[in-house]
């Protein structure tokens, strides 16, 4: 584990930034840079983290009458979440979340959500599905079974089980949650019910949680553009909406400057949609065969799936995404990764072990928690720790000139 001690502090116009003394040799020779997307190029504190919420609150409400606060979920259960490392899509948070309000509803609400599920025909649509659950269970539900104000008290243990988590993700929420209940008469039953019914992990179109995610940050026009159906949740304006470019055209103009034209890639677990549509021609900036989004990870499983050569899970902490990348990049001798996630560093941890020729950058500024994600990064060992995207070049100037 590192400590602040092992760290040069050097303060830049916009704030502290941290250099790890054994990194610094690596990080002189570094000539090809890989982006995450959220967080780093874009700030994504109103968009991502609301939908979340906003998500949890529209399934809790559809199936159990309670209209959680939106706000309810706090920022300190997200980060705990992504903390653990295998949170990096903010579906799995959103499936986390979910699973633990639901599996510690009474007994009553458990048994009666069970029934409703076998109502399900195969081959709903998600709404569909939703639909028919969330009539039958309330119907079943008509004594009040369901106690409001405690199902919003249940938001305290939230952090609890994010404590426990770990990289493995939602796999770790399902092998906590039933472990929680080992024992209880019916749970285990009730669990892959519950599980069968989300059908999650899944994809948009065919999974409720995603699909559910996705009208709520894209909104109804967006969603359709994006996904090619209409927009059967949710009728509003999306979260997208909040989104704001962080990155500066400066910022890569000064970085090509250093590292080299057609050097700068991006590898990110979230959609090359919402990426167009806020960065615009920024995008222009990276080499466009060194782009790799959530939308290849799907592809690149889906292939693996048809071949009959199942990979799993492709999405970070996986390096998957990173290699792909710096594909493009080479040859190069020090690639530097930029994340804003525990996630994005056990990614490039990863790909470390492959090829030693990764450094990992942390960013702080534009997450929420951003001083308790700077903590995390020094003590998991950062190469780099800026205070936003638009520092690193200052930094990496000071780097090769020998002031650090």
């Known amino acids: 584990m590192g400590s602040i001690e092992d760290y040069v502090e050097f303060e830049t116009g916009g704030g502290s930034a941290y250099i790890r003394r054994d990194s610094v040799e690596n990080l002189r020779r570094v000539d090809s840079i890989i982006f995450d997307c959220d967080g780093v190029l874009i700030d994504v504190r109103e968009s991502y983290d609301k939908a979340i919420s906003k998500a949890v609150s529209y399934i809790i409400n559809g199936l159990t009458g309670c209209s959680l606060p939106e706000e309810l979920i706090p920022e300190s259960v997200i980060f705990a979440f992504r903390r653990s490392g295998g949170f990096n899509d903010d579906w ?31 081959g709903m649509k998600p709404h569909d599905r ?9 119907r079943l539900l ?8 405690e199902v919003e008290a249940l938001i305290d243990g939230l952090e609890n089980l994010a404590e426990n988590l770990d990289e493995t993700g939602i796999a770790s929420v399902d092998s906590n949650l039933l472990e929680e209940f080992r024992g209880v008469d019916g749970f285990q039953e009730f669990y892959r019910s519950l599980k069968a019914f989300f059908s999650y992990p899944g994809y948009v179109g065919e999974s409720i949680i995603p699909t559910v995610f996705e009208e709520i940050f894209y909104g109804d026009r967006l969603y359709r553009e994006v996904h090619g159906v209409e927009a059967r949740f949710v009728n509003s ?9 962080i990155v500066r055209r400066e910022t890569l103009e000064a970085l090509e400057s250093m590292v080299g034209e057609g050097r700068l890639g991006i590898a990110s677990g979230s959609q090359r949609k919402p990426a167009d549509y806020i960065l615009g021609d920024i995008l222009k900036r990276f080499n466009k065969d060194a782009l790799i989004f959530y ?6 499983e889906r292939e693996a799936l048809r071949r009959g050569q199942p990979v799993g899970s492709l999405k970070k902490p996986n390096p998957y995404s ?10 190069f ?7 804003d996630s525990m996630g994005d560093l056990l990614m490039v941890e990863e790909a470390r072990r ?12 534009y997450i929420s928690m951003g001083s308790q994600t700077l903590q995390s990064f020094i003590k998991f060992s950062s190469d780099l720790i800026v205070p936003s995207i638009n520092e690193l070049p200052e930094v990496l100037r000071a780097l090769r000139g020998g002031q650090l």
Do not use: Q, W
């Open 322 to 331: 990173l290699l792909e990348a710096a594909k493009a990049l080479e040859p």
């Open 333 to 339: 001798d020090s690639a530097l990764y930029v994340g």
């Open 354 to 365: 492959l090829d030693a020729r990764y450094l990992f950058a942390g960013v702080y500024r």
């Open 92 to 122: 799995d948070t959103t499936y986390g979340i979910t699973m633990y309000l639901l599996s510690h509803m009474p007994k009553g609400f458990r048994e009666a959500l069970k029934r409703s599920i076998k109502m399900v025909k195969p």
């Open 295 to 300: 939308d290849d990870i799907m592809r690149a």
């Open 130 to 138: 939703f639909k028919i659950v969330a009539g039958t269970v309330r």
């Open 237 to 245: 304006p999306g979260l997208i909406m909040n989104e704001r470019v």
């Open 142 to 149: 008509n004594s009040g079974i369901v106690n409001c104000g």
